[in-house]
């Protein structure tokens, strides 16, 4: 058997680990932009279906409690205009990078077999490949690529890292051209709740793939919309040809969402208020630091919807990501999501109001024209 490193790409967040410690080094402390998590607190009423399921001793079920797939089948109609989605239209994972990793062995896929991600993409799509001894291959157009032994494509709109949106005509001409030539079309859908400049829409939409679920299947987590990252709550919705075979290895392979997480997920899957106040909270940071890059030389590409801003100053990525970590800024270089990104850095907006308003100050613009709320100051006694 190769060693994994013959296998694995170099784990990227690794070289960025000299940066970090010069930004930490600030004055100030490190303002960490680099990665996408959650720092909000999770809602309270999820907080409570979790504790209130807190005494489970058995073993949860891999397909989830019927209670569960309600919540799934309820939303995907209710929030992506999907129509005649049933419980066996879909399965619950364990965290969304746990699927993308993994599927491409879970669907039996090998040496021969091609996967299919966009060029600049989440590193994920090309692990799960490497780890089934695919080939992998990146497009800017699926419809530009060879489908001969193309058995798994990857969509991802919104994108990480770019936040790019791909419109409803977009994804019907490319659903249609899978689905002529026998390839199977998994969308990466977990921004989409997180819409600024573009209204995302699912390949559940009706429009998009004339009312058949055949050859699709929608990937969803509520780590971003509900600050759940640390409960690993995520699930498919599509094809049942598809999720049922998923679903038999799973269970062989004792692939369970916890049960305290599958009552939290309801709970947040039932609430769109918690989303809607946090979507408030991301927009003024979003606002912010925008503002502040524009105002320090960048230029902001793309960026319609999800947690990043796709920024450039028309140099290397590395020089970008030097510079603002001599101002206690961390970024993730562009080149972490694929050589197309070489002259762009993906900065988050998952840090708290306080962090944002450190980085805008650093990076020149005024506390007063941020539009965060600002914490009222005490006087020293």
């Known amino acids: 058997m190769s060693a994994v490193s013959d296998r694995l790409p170099t784990f990227p967040w690794d070289r960025l680990e000299p940066y970090k ?34 005494d489970s001793p058995g073993y949860p079920t891999v397909w989830g409690t019927p209670a569960l797939r309600d ?16 419980h066996r239209h879909v399965l619950p994972v364990v965290g969304s990078k746990e699927l993308v990793a993994w599927l ?41 690529l060879d ?52 209204e995302p829409v699912s390949v559940l939409h009706p429009d998009v793939n004339g009312g058949s679920y055949e050859g699709i299947v929608a990937v969803h987590s509520l780590s ?64 912010a630091l925008r503002a502040a890059l524009e105002g320090h030389g960048f230029r902001i590409e793309h960026s319609e919807a999800s947690l990043y801003l796709w920024a450039t100053r028309d140099e290397s990525c590395w020089t970008t990501v030097a510079a603002l970590a001599d101002r206690g800024v961390l970024v993730a270089p562009g080149d972490f999501y694929g050589e197309a990104g070489a002259r762009h850095v993906r900065v988050a907006f998952t840090a708290t109001d306080e962090r944002v308003r450190a980085a805008v100050e650093r990076l020149g613009q005024g506390r007063g024209r941020l539009g965060l709320p600002v914490k009222e100051r005490r006087p020293v006694r």
């Open 224 to 287: 971003k919309r509900s600050n759940l990252a640390g409960y690993r709550a995520a699930f498919l919705a599509g094809d049942p040809a598809v999720l049922a075979p998923l679903l038999e290895i799973r269970k062989h392979g004792g692939m369970m969402t916890p049960a305290p997480t599958q009552a939290a997920a309801v709970a947040a899957l039932g609430d769109d208020e918690h989303v809607r106040v946090q979507r408030e909270r991301y927009a003024a940071r979003r606002t």
């Open 71 to 86: 919540a799934i089948t309820g939303w995907v109609e209710r929030r992506l205009g999907a129509r005649g989605i049933t």
């Open 21 to 54: 410690k010069t930004a930490a080094a600030h004055p100030g402390g490190i303002v960490d932009l680099s990665v996408g998590t959650p720092v909000d607190p999770v809602p309270d009423l999820i907080q409570r279906a979790l504790t209130d399921a807190a």
């Open 147 to 198: 489908p001969r032994g193309l058995k798994l494509l990857w969509l991802n709109s919104p994108s990480n890292p770019t936040g790019k949106v791909l419109s409803r005509e977009e994804l019907t001409r490319i659903v249609a051209w899978a689905r002529a030539h026998g390839v199977l079309v998994f969308s990466d859908e977990c921004y989409l709740e997180l819409g600024w400049d573009a």
């Open 104 to 144: 491409p062995t879970q669907l039996g896929l090998g040496p021969g077999d091609r996967v299919a991600h966009p060029r600049l993409a989440y590193p994920t799509y090309e692990v799960g490949a490497r780890l089934a001894r695919a080939a992998y291959e990146v497009y800017d157009d699926p419809a530009g």
